[in-house]
């Protein structure tokens, strides 16, 4: 490592030599960047990043709510930089037990870090799909709006696996006690039924008004929930 910082700093020094100005000379990005990885790996605290995860992960069982928090958001931070640690089986207990924490809060922040990942990758959304999706009926409303908000932003890509049931139980959520779910709710259903339509440049009237193909998979699961919302609404009904 010490041989390849001294060749490039002695390729800098002669280039110095042979340009205007010395402040022009400076090290190829990848070189720099190599060198600085190799630097950070032989510093103390990168030789004990597993010891760190530990104990950070020991806080998640500490009497403080707070400080059960703030060590998730540090997991997340963490996950952050590096999402396969969401496929350690360390990890993913930990996550299963603070999604079932005692406090509000360290639940939400699990629901979001869990979210953000399966919103940039799908594919973890076979391991985290149902532990979400159970969090949507929890007491604690951030919590309730925390996983709506994952689903809505996993909808938007056309390739997560379970939009289907995803769209069933955020339905539910519309009879939520808690007002502010409810348009949450009803924004999101607004937004995937009635704003997905975009028509750009000139466009005839004849292809506006053209009848929906019958194939389209898209109309017919749209069709199939607002079946499932108005036999929803019909039972709530008979009930009261």
């Given at each position: ?32 960047r ?26 998640l ?51 979001d ?23 949507i ?70 292809e ?31 009930i009261?």
């Open positions: 490592m010490y041989c390849a910082l001294h060749t490039a700093m002695m390729r800098v020094a002669q280039s110095s030599d042979s340009t205007p100005s010395a402040s022009q000379a400076q090290l190829p990005r990848e070189l720099a190599s060198l600085c990885v190799h630097l950070n790996a032989h510093r103390p605290l990168s030789r004990q990043l597993d010891v760190v995860m530990q104990r950070i992960t020991a806080m069982d500490d009497a403080s709510s707070l400080v059960r928090t703030a060590a998730m958001r540090a997991i997340g931070g963490i996950i952050n930089e590096d999402p396969a640690l969401l496929e350690s089986p360390q990890i993913m207990q930990a996550l299963k037990m603070r999604l079932k924490d005692s406090g509000s809060s360290v639940r939400a922040v699990t629901v870090v869990v979210g953000r990942q399966i919103v940039r990758d799908v594919t973890l959304a076979r391991h985290y799909y149902k532990l979400i999706e159970d969090r009926s929890d007491v604690g409303i951030s919590v309730r709006k925390r996983v709506i908000s994952t689903f809505h932003e996993c909808l938007r890509n056309p390739d997560f696996p379970y939009a289907e049931m995803a769209m069933k139980v955020l339905a539910f959520r519309i009879m939520d006690e808690e007002e502010s779910v409810r348009l949450q709710v009803v924004k999101i259903f607004r937004e995937l039924w009635f704003t997905s339509l975009e028509f750009e440049g000139d466009v005839s009237d004849d506006v008004h053209a009848p929906y193909d019958e194939d389209d998979r898209s109309v017919e699961v749209r069709e199939h929930h607002v079946r499932d919302l108005t036999e929803t609404n019909s039972i709530n009904g008979d009261g």
